[in-house]
């Protein structure tokens, strides 16, 4: 097996991490805990993995944690830990939407830098809030919009940025599932259960669960601002509180001399779709066509010119995605890889703060600036369908 | 090789058939002359092929056409092949679209069948005096949206009228091309020159050229009527007159005590796109997709069991599919047998008049009624564009 | 739509075509009709279309052919039409194999040209005595290897042959198959009894019925000549007579210093298969890939740069494919216009000859040397496999 | 997003893990790391890393790893963590495969779990000695076969096992790659260097580097013995001493009264194919096909119906393949997490001998027995070849 790669770069400690949320039967909890161990950059110390005492501790103990680190509580957690010599340098927050704010407000005051789980928040007041106080915070904090995190989607921003389709014209974008097809939230699904439950998901359903992604992903490789949408929500189970499909119309703010347009369609509702998250890109020199099912290829269309099956750290592979990826072309990386990259370019920016040196420019995570981008978008989506689809400003 | 089929039908003589328009460098014209050879069921023995006589007459040497029969100017020929024992008994109408209104007329008043091109015409007004005309006149209006010959896309329409994914939610239906990513209408394309001319396709262009077929496929698949819209047309391309991309939402008609909803995108600026038509259509049971590059295959899942492909002529494929298919699975149909199926249906209602029986409820082609929702849906897209995409009734 | 294609070739009259074989329930017999009429450069106008008097009328009805040229049998069709001031030109023998060098003699020796199905005869005996006779006679021998008419098949060809991938080293061919996997030879199917019994087929089975297409169109995109073979044939079907399954190992002839080797798999016996014909060659300094059921791409990798997925009148399509194209790019052709392209580079030579002119170089067809090399492969195969899979000169 | 997953298992304290090779600029040694970090078993606390002293050194400190516990000898390393309270208690041996047997014979001795790399050896003698080592020591041998460790791998093989596709007649594996197309081993490519070098790889080139791999997934899908072989090797690179292409027919041991047969190929001169691993297995009853490129898909088709595209964790995936998957579907898992997958059944082995209980019997990873084979079967390739592909044992 032809396996070649990067250099190593040279040890520094692993950060210390603890976790809020994550607990026994908490799925994406365990997710992000693959994610900071692939690349050896943290080490999970303490957690507040659930509101449930007893399920904090068996939690805990399931996952090898020092009993007098594992906290029913995550601002008890927050307070012992900042006194801690070798307490936690960062926190994970994986909790439903609606506990993201106050559990980081916790962590942000007292220095310890947020990994936080998306949408930003369940309200807009909250994540304004939130904002403001990552602002004034010398902790970072990184929101995991994980799918900006695989190679090819890194190459695809890295091309329209180097002009290679020109000046983007069209910004196609949809996230289809179908997990919620039937009315799946009253028959036991917890996870089903909080994301139609709009006080522990916020506003919106669809829209805020993984239309955020699809705008995320859309903004991240066209490079472009969002000015105004049209929306048309729809629930169509019945009893649900929360959209579970979403059709947007989008115009982004001039670039270039170029108004680019857009669609995203995001749905729950959509049999055949796991998750199936696309992004396709159109400028005047050329198109980009990415899919998050089958992540390690683009689909490059110099205009007029045939078209190219790029893929990763393949022929044409760009070093932005290089840098992100772990091993050679054709060995397929995932969805952990993707997802363990925010959490590696995390620890780079960590460790820079730590030696009091300069963050690599090349270091590139969804910030609290991406999450109140997110909020706007679902808050204006549900805005422009209560107006009947009027075009409304993010 | 593996090769079973239909059984023969009893041969009936050919259908004489004329051609307007489909000269010397016009090209649309010769996908009819293979479409309607392909089954046997026609015989083009005359034409008004050009309205530069010279060109006329040309091009009906290459025919191989009677010179008598060949003609420079479609009213003369209406006139005298309708006085002929042996005239034509149906005429392909193959202009640009501001001739097919006062073409067809000629042919319909003389009882002589027309397949004409889509859009039925290229004004609004038009439209309504040539369906008027249609609706009194004995003789049969087939519109050419030749992608309803698709054996896989009658297999779709079949399987959501027997109810194999249930209520239908969703319909998003797609036509991207890239052809006019630049202007090359400025630099000597004729097929480009007349799609981007106001008087010559009408107020729609990718709308009026691709658009009108995206939505015919979705409504034709969906068994759903369009109710009202919401678009917005661009012209990316400095200088032209007509839309290049058109982002539609869609709110069809209840049925079945759902309001399905939609996505509509056709451009012709979309690079990496020939012709990029795809249409997918979701319910409460199950899931269909189907893309025209690959129009042999059918996606289908039954929610919650596996995804399937279901193949022309393959396991799986219905009667409605199988009776227009000509050769076993695995052996790929293409364009131009879509295409002939048109006219074969076609054939098998005009056999039918000139037999005085009745035409098989199984044939199945776009009517003029299917060319009227068209011309609307075009004239509903632009009225709803100019007042920013507020919602319009279709 | 956007539909530009080639200017129309002058007008020469009709080549008349007479048919043996192909009479009701004999399937290939109507895709060489369809093939023949596409183009328009055929009319049928006589048939010895069935052995049994009754079933030859009764099909020549069908078709709409003059009773007095629907013959019964096609010694009498040949003394009679070659007699006939405007007697068929040409023949299409579409018969089983056994039937195909009696047949074609008697058109041979009175100059008729002959396009005859493949293989090319059910001996060894009958292919070296039809070639004799094809190597005399002033008429042409066409041999229908279709998938020689596939135009991505033809831009392969011509990659290869422009040094596009360098000096070839390998040539990947199969065919596999799955409609005989049961005994359905013994369950009433016609197509699968004639072509598992070795009196009507010949020696090989998947060998002669598919394994020759592989072969052939493995030399026809390589350019190369087959030297040696060493193979394993299977009927792993009870009872059947002959191979349902081939392995085969090739090695080439040398060329630019190289020795290109080659696996070369067949089956009828491979569930998933509908009619799985794929060839991949790789050369020094690239590869290309071609698979039947997507026949519109051509994937191309110059080494070291990024994979290309070519299309059919496409950017980077070849002058030698797009003067086998009917329609634009994105539109698919299938099946029967790559069959049609045989009769058209027949209709090609035939006219030429007609008219004493010189065969454009251009023209491409199957020919009897190419059916002579299929005979000798499938007689390789067998004396390979019976010799335990020892290499055997082809 | 719609994560859902496996409860979680109680903690076990970590495997505390050894490794021999994988230095600086070594990399497969990486890819093993990573593997037994993902699913946070292991710990790896020393390493006889390369076999130069400083670079040894280099490498401990890049990895954290504690400077006493960091050796220049694995001899050495074996000889005094054995007697360390808390020594390693497995090593994951990841040199070139010449070392392997002496490497693995130092820890086996020494009742320390060896998780080795393939191919076994560089010779059949040594796999021979390292397997009667094996076979005596109640220390655990884990090849890292690693492609069996993908989830619709296992999903495969347990669908064959239970009947799905009847009794299999056809096992097609492939595994083309392209990086040795040009001499690259003598331009500086180290990877290339040995695994060119007869010396440090053995008598295998490609059947040895990948034809191993293809082998193995083949008859570990298949749940077949392979009986006799018949191969054709090539170095087409001029100069290269082992072979960089082979073609290779196979014959399998009668099951279930059928004697299967197959083809294997596997290249490094095959441009296009980064790493297009794939495994076709046919039965009288259906057909399973599998490519590593695309890893989360299976294509299924039971004869005579639709074909079924599987995805991991979808409807349709059996618990053989869902207790070896993370996360739910429609989030792709790749290379790391399958091998990851061998470390994570190697841990759960371990840990059953740790607490003196049994082995799950789900539990599957490739062993000694696999590596013999593995050996034969290069062993096999290369004597076939000599004798100009004469059948023999494997």
Redesign the interface.
């Known amino acids: 097996?032809?396996?070649?790669?990067k250099?190593?770069?040279?040890?520094q400690?692993?950060i210390r991490l603890g976790m809020v949320g994550g607990g026994?039967?908490a799925?994406?909890g365990?997710?992000h805990?693959?994610a900071a161990?692939?690349?050896?950059q943290f080490t999970l110390v303490a957690g507040a993995l659930s509101s449930t005492p007893e399920k904090a501790q068996a939690?805990g103990?399931?996952?090898?944690l020092d009993p007098a680190r594992t906290y029913a509580d995550y601002r008890q957690m927050a307070i012992r830990e900042a006194k801690l010599k070798d307490g936690i340098e960062a926190v994970a927050i994986v909790t439903p939407n609606h506990v993201h704010y106050e559990a980081a407000r916790e962590f942000l005051k007292r220095g310890i830098h947020v990994i936080c789980d998306k949408p930003l928040t369940s309200t807009l007041g909250d994540a304004r809030k939130l904002k403001a106080l990552a602002d004034e915070s010398e902790a970072l904090f990184i929101l995991t919009h994980n799918y900006t995190g695989y190679p090819m989607v890194r190459q695809a921003r890295a091309m329209v940025a180097n002009g290679d389709?020109g000046t983007v014209?069209?910004v196609?974008v949809e996230y289809p599932?179908?997990?919620l097809?039937?009315a799946v939230e009253k028959s036991g699904?917890k996870?089903a259960e909080w994301?139609t439950d709009p006080a522990r998901s916020g506003a919106g359903g669809s829209t805020g669960?993984?239309g955020t992604?699809a705008y995320n992903l859309g903004a991240f490789v066209s490079g472009l601002e969002l000015g105004e949408l049209?929306a048309?929500l729809?629930s169509?189970v019945e009893g649900r509180a929360l959209d579970d499909?979403a059709?947007v119309?989008l115009?982004f703010k001039e670039k270039d001399g170029?108004r680019a347009?857009?669609?995203l369609?995001c749905?729950q509702?959509?049999?055949?779709?796991?998750?199936?998250l696309q992004v396709?890109v159109?400028?005047?020199?050329?198109?980009l066509?990415w899919t998050?099912?089958?992540?390690?290829y683009l689909?490059?269309?110099?205009?007029?010119?045939?078209?190219?099956?790029?893929?990763r750290m393949?022929?044409?592979a760009r070093e932005e995605a290089n840098r992100v990826s772990?091993?050679?072309?054709?060995?397929?990386?995932?969805?952990?890889?993707g997802f363990a990259t925010i959490y590696a370019e995390a620890a780079r920016a960590i460790q820079a703060k730590r030696s009091g040196g300069k963050v690599d420019p090349a270091v590139t995570y969804p910030t609290i600036d991406d999450g109140m981008k997110g909020m706007l978008f679902v808050d204006a989506c549900v805005r422009s369908s209560k107006r009947?689809?009027?075009?409304v400003s993010v």
Chains 1, 2, 3, 4 share one sequence.
Not at 1 to 5: C, K, T, V, Y
Not at 326 to 337: D, F, K, M, V, W
């Open positions: 097996m032809a396996i070649e790669g250099a190593a770069e040279a040890r400690p692993r026994q039967g799925f994406i365990a997710v805990r693959m161990r692939l690349d050896d939690s103990l399931e996952l090898g389709i014209r069209l196609q599932q179908d997990w097809t039937d699904s996870q994301r669960d993984i992604h049209a048309d729809d169509f499909n059709h119309m115009r170029v347009k857009g669609l369609w749905s509702v959509a049999p055949g779709h796991e998750n199936g396709r159109y400028g005047t020199k050329g198109g066509e998050q099912k089958d992540p390690n689909w490059y269309t110099p205009f007029g010119q045939p078209k190219q099956l790029l893929t393949g022929a044409g772990r091993i050679p072309s054709g060995h397929p990386e995932g969805y952990l890889e009947n689809g009027a075009w």
